[in-house]
């Protein structure tokens, strides 16, 4: 066998990650114009006017180097969240991030642990280190928080070969999310030789009162980590920033194997930008809740079930018409999110959109069902 039958053989055995169906590609195929995406849990405000404005300036010297250090906007991430600069680990996209924990941790030999029905990228870069995944039995669908972390399942999971275990709060596909008391009480358990890895992309949608800050943690757990973006509330999908935030002594592990100039300079830029708009921060939260409790009604008053969820997003059961109405909420130009290559083959994941695109999605899903 050659090196590269050899690389072949563990490439192949890797599953890659699924994106949303882009807007052109579904208005190329249909001949259509004006289709909306309710599948990637975008902001649908887009960003905030900030961002916009400091973009333009900022692609004046696109022929430079990135700040390889992100030292501004780690200074401003720091004061932020009342932390030290030396705690945060800059990503392109907390996928990156993921990545760079998985590549300090996980070998072959190594186990990572995480709930079934969690981020898919956990199992990507766990299999692409050549570390074994030990996916624990989620709660089931009868339960207080149906199809969440079973945590008593993931310690049951944990072994001497553990190096790393993920826990999404909230977690995606399924939105659900662990409390503080639960949660701290999870960590407590575990054998410092462990990276806790808690991923809260969708941290500043959540307004409940017994949800977590872990970064509060810290100090405590010198083996957590916390990841969050400027994806999802702040609405830079597109220029990719993500962190970590960890102790010092771990945040210099990653910057070993972080890959140089891994921040684009116009993310870098608007990611500063985003952190001083608050009000945009904070009306994206209200239209979110309005948005969410708005699926809610519709869904409960037409006996369709759902997992609730404390993210942007409600992952709906349509039963054995998923993928009939998926496909057809396609040819209406509408781009829902299907979630069976997470097991969930029954249900599909619908972003929370503006008022509008929310009334568009009513009317198709009642002409199709």
Known sequence: MTIIDSALVQIKQLHPYSPGKPIEELERELGISNAIKL????????????????????????????????????????????????????GNGSNDVLDLIARSFLETGAEAVFSQYSFMVYAMVTQAC???????????PDRESPYGHDLEAMADSISDKTRVVFIANPNNPTGTWLSRDRLRAFIEQLPENIAIVIDEAY????????????????????????????????????????????SPELCDLFNRVRQPF????LGLAAAQAA???????????????????SMQRWFDARGISYIPSAG????????????????????????????????????????????PQLQQMYQALGDIL
Not at 51 to 61: F, I, K, N, S, T
Not at 323 to 346: D, K
């Open 130 to 140: 050549g570390a074994t995944a030990k996916v624990a039995a989620a709660l089931g």
């Open 275 to 293: 952190l001083e708009d608050d009000a945009f921060v904070e009306q994206s939260r209200l239209v979110n809740a309005r948005g969410l409790e």
């Open 39 to 90: 599948a990637s849990n975008e902001n649908p405000l887009g960003c905030s006017p900030l961002v916009r404005d400091v973009l333009q300036q900022a692609g004046e010297h696109i022929e430079l180097y990135p700040d390889a250090n992100a030292y501004y906007l780690k200074q401003r991430l720091a004061q932020k969240l009342g932390i030290d600069e030396n705690q945060i680990t800059i």
């Open 203 to 246: 941290f500043e949608y959540v307004d409940l009162e017994p949800y977590p800050d872990t970064l509060q943690w810290l100090d405590q757990f010198p083996n957590l980590i916390v990841t969050r973006t400027f994806s999802k509330i702040y609405g830079l999908a597109g220029l990719r920033v993500g962190y970590a935030v960890s």
């Open 312 to 355: 942007n997003f409600l992952t709906v059961c349509f039963g054995d018409s998923s993928q009939r109405v998926y496909q057809e909420l396609l040819q209406r130009g509408i781009i829902v999110r299907p979630v069976a290559n997470y097991g969930l083959h029954e249900h599909l994941r619908i972003s929370v959109g503006t008022e």
């Open 262 to 265: 891994n921040g684009n300079s």
